[in-house]
């Protein structure tokens, strides 16, 4: 008991370590406004426990503006952009409030590629190109490459990927061009890029083919992009905007902008809460538009007759099991012979592989097309020497990427790679485009054209770029071990007769990964609560998320859960399918849920993971990759 107590005394130090370091180093720049800002937002982000606002509380603070104490900005959108213009604004001393019509991160931004990457290709383009704006893009991606994964250490990760090369032309160009990559990234480098023989190459990645379509393997070159479990740190960035103060509302739909009397500009919206069904009105001096691919509906809203700006283009991924890629190596090929990028990554205990790039239409639930899926898997085969079948495939899915085409811009037909920051109405920001990379700096970008449209008062600049998110002060690799030593997993068996159970590491490592230093809360409600029991079999997640999540995330759904607090839907879609009616079970206890709304929770559960074309729920047809 007394090593757990030291233990559990050492963690506490560890956890408020960086903060007193940062509070000491700045307390020289006292006077500074943007220092002070900052100091006061890690003091509540870092404090032990801290947890957002309930929904009621949320909910309230929307409905409670008024015309003439509006809010000071609004957003419309809780995907990764949204989620962190409402995190900047707030740390500026704004009054700010959010808005998501569905769950926080339900769209786009839990479809990613779950890269954090500067862009390999944008660099290749703006060499042979002479194109100085795609270099900048890429300046810029790998600055904001290094924050992301600083500023969210638990969930990010540097992760080394392989390129393959077939002939010695390959080699060179890829070393070089890699070198290159390094060198744009200067301080911000991640690790150094290196070349890697044959038989060095199969030992780090023992399904790369070393022959076959009449070519030989000569090498590969390794470098080092980013990777993060996307919808967590989604959701952490919207706790987060909680924390600090802004209120943030899952499941509450636009319905109207409301215009001043002269009609001429922007000065809040309606809105209805689709778990209540009632409809409030929130008044604010800016409405920032972060709907992602949905932008342009809420735009119509503003001016019906206004051009669309988004060109909807469809990525699909797939899931295979964890033995198509080792743990700790990724493989892309930048350029394949139809000239696509193909990739394979490890990602949370199984393989994720893509992706696709194609012209798509604008769906609340996007669905993988089987011929996709079979691009996808022609794709790697070319490059694996195990047997890839489309009965492997536990999970696919379908993300569309915004892209955006910039109003202001004399070239209408152009659509940029980069985001478009655009006022075509007074009082309505769109902030549109760009990727997940870059999400904190197109959220500052957004946040300053507000603070002009509305002649805002901030009281300091962004403090962003040096802000952690929950879980993230003092969380170290090893934090896992407090978890394995000195909780229990408590689990009722079907008698109701509770038995305690270890720890192991793999469910403490994955507690610690995807919660942070808070995880010590969710081991607590599985040894207290006897919520231990893990929810599908070879998997680490436990009953006791649900309970944590729906208590201190805002998870309002059994949607919510498998898909976006753990990522279950996303990594088996027939395990979540089978995990659902328990995860149902605990947030019914959770949200006081009735017989009926159980009903249509365990109904719609079912609906979404049918849209995740595992083997089990797709349509085979006869093809190379149907094997047993």
Not at 29 to 53: H, I, K, N
Not at 197 to 212: C, I, M, Q, R
Not at 347 to 370: F, K, N, Q
Not at 570 to 579: C, I, N, P, V, W
């Amino acid at each position: 008991m007394a090593t757990w107590r030291l233990r559990r005394a050492g963690a506490a130090l560890a956890a408020s370590s960086a903060l007193a370091a940062a509070l000491a180093a700045s307390s020289a720049s006292a006077s500074d406004p943007s220092a002070a800002a900052l100091d006061a937002a890690r003091q509540r982000v870092a404090r032990p426990g801290a947890a957002p606002p309930p929904r009621d509380a949320q909910r309230a603070a929307l409905a409670g503006s008024t015309p003439a104490e509006p809010l000071d900005v609004l957003v419309v959108g809780g995907g990764a952009t949204g989620c962190g213009v409402a995190l900047d604004a707030a740390t500026r001393g704004l009054r700010v409030g959010l808005v998501e019509r569905e769950d926080f991160s339900s769209g786009t931004s839990s479809r990613s590629t779950k890269l954090i990457h500067g862009g390999v290709r944008y660099l290749e383009k703006a060499v042979f190109n002479l194109d100085y704006g795609q270099l900048k893009l890429v300046f810029h991606a790998l600055k904001e490459r290094k924050q992301v994964i600083e500023n969210a250490p638990h969930l990010c990760h540097a992760l080394p990927c392989m390129t393959p090369c077939f002939n010695w032309f390959e080699v060179v160009y890829y070393w070089f061009g890699l070198k290159f990559y390094d060198l744009v990234a200067g301080k911000r480098l991640l690790h150094l890029s290196r070349y890697y023989s044959v038989d060095e190459s199969v030992e780090l990645f023992p399904t790369l083919a070393k022959n076959g379509h009449d070519r030989s393997l000569r090498g590969t070159v390794v470098y080092y992009d980013g990777q993060m479990n996307d919808s967590r740190l989604n959701v952490g960035l919207a706790c987060t905007a909680a924390v600090v103060g802004a209120a943030v509302l899952n499941y509450a739909e636009v319905v109207s902008l409301i215009k001043d009397e002269s009609g001429e500009r922007i000065i809040g919206a309606r809105i209805r809460d689709t778990l209540s069904g009632k409809e409030f009105e929130t008044f604010a001096k800016v409405v920032v538009n972060a709907a992602g691919p949905f932008c342009d509906s809420v735009r119509k809203m503003a001016n019906s007759n206004v051009a669309p700006m988004i060109c909807p283009s469809s990525g699909v991924h797939i899931v295979l099991p964890d033995y198509y890629s080792p743990e700790g190596m990724g493989l892309i090929v930048p350029k394949t012979k139809d000239g696509r990028v193909v990739f394979m990554l490890p990602w949370l205990g199984r393989t994720v592989a893509g992706t696709t790039d194609s012209s798509t239409a604008i769906t609340m639930l996007p669905e993988p097309h089987e011929d996709e899926i079979q691009f996808i898997l022609d794709a790697i085969s070319d490059y694996l020497n195990v047997q890839v079948r489309r009965s492997d495939v536990l999970s696919a899915w379908s993300g569309i990427r915004p892209l955006a085409t910039d109003p202001s811009a004399k070239n209408t037909e152009s659509i940029s790679r980069d985001h478009v920051v655009f006022e075509d109405y007074p009082g309505l920001i769109t902030i549109t485009g760009g990727k997940w990379t870059t999400y904190r700096s197109m959220a500052e970008d957004a946040v300053n054209a507000a603070v002009r449209s509305g002649n805002l008062k901030p009281a300091n600049g962004c403090v962003t770029d040096n802000l952690h998110i929950v879980g993230g002060y003092g969380w170290d690799p090893a934090a896992f071990t407090v978890l394995a030593q000195n909780y229990k997993r408590m689990k009722k068996t079907y008698g109701g007769k509770v038995i305690p159970g270890a720890m192991d590491s793999a469910v403490s490592k994955h507690l610690s990964h995807a919660y942070g230093t808070l995880a010590e809360q969710v081991a607590t409600i599985a040894q207290n609560e006897g919520l231990g029991k893990r929810l599908a079999h070879g998997y680490p997640f436990l009953e006791a998320e649900v309970a944590y999540c729906a208590r201190y995330e805002y998870c309002e759904s059994a949607v919510d859960f498998v898909a976006r607090r753990c990522r279950l839907a996303f990594l088996d879609t027939d395990a979540a399918g089978r995990a659902l009616p328990r995860i149902v079970e605990i947030l019914a206890s959770e949200h006081k849920w009735d017989k009926a709304r159980r009903k249509v929770e365990l109904q719609k559960g079912r609906e979404f993971l049918e849209t995740f074309k595992s083997s089990k729920n797709a349509q085979f047809r006869d093809g190379k990759h149907n094997g047993p």
